[in-house]
């Protein structure tokens, strides 16, 4: 049953894979392996399809290995970070404890308010957010703001 205005045969009831061009492939590779625990699910040419969890649209990343494009810039409307989304406030612990142990930077835990976060620098300035919001606060908070801007997975 909607929640919304919008009847569910015509709702947007989910998102798509993130989609991720990257020159340093074996290193995104096992960062997305043995960190954040993908596994890669099918290749065709230079795509590289990853998956998590149950899996399914929403828990993908399709990785494209492109070595010809210059390096990316932050610039006003660029891409700076991806979020996924985690189950609890005891799995975004569970991460604000692993991350480091790869060698990233992070926040740390964050307090947004409406949803709990944990940023760690993924790749050149661009961030991985991870996020736990309590389901109330989530479908409260939609009501303010697009959930087309956000794409969570579930770890």
């Not at 894979?17 to 040419?45: C, D, S």
């Not at 991460?95 to 790869?102: A, D, G, L, V």
């Not at 303010?144 to 997975?153: A, G, P, T, W």
């Amino acid at each position: 049953m909607a929640k919304g205005p919008v009847p569910l045969q015509y709702a947007i009831t989910g998102l798509g894979p993130i989609f991720i061009r990257i020159a340093e492939f074996n290193y995104f590779k096992e960062m997305m392996e043995k960190v954040l625990l993908f596994k890669e699910i099918a290749q065709e040419g230079n795509l590289h399809l990853f998956e998590v969890g149950e899996g399914g649209n929403g828990a993908q990343v399709v990785v494209e290995h492109n070595e010809k494009l210059p390096q990316a810039q932050q610039g006003f409307g660029t891409v700076h970070h991806v979020a996924f989304r985690v189950e609890n406030r005891q799995a975004l612990e569970e991460w604000i404890n692993r991350m480091p142990s790869f060698g990233f930077h992070t926040s740390g835990y964050v307090n947004r308010h409406f949803f709990e976060s944990l940023y760690a620098e993924w790749l050149r300035k661009f961030y991985l957010n991870l996020r736990q919001m309590d389901q109330d606060l989530w479908e409260m908070n939609l009501t303010k703001r697009s959930e087309k801007n956000y794409h969570f997975l579930h770890f």
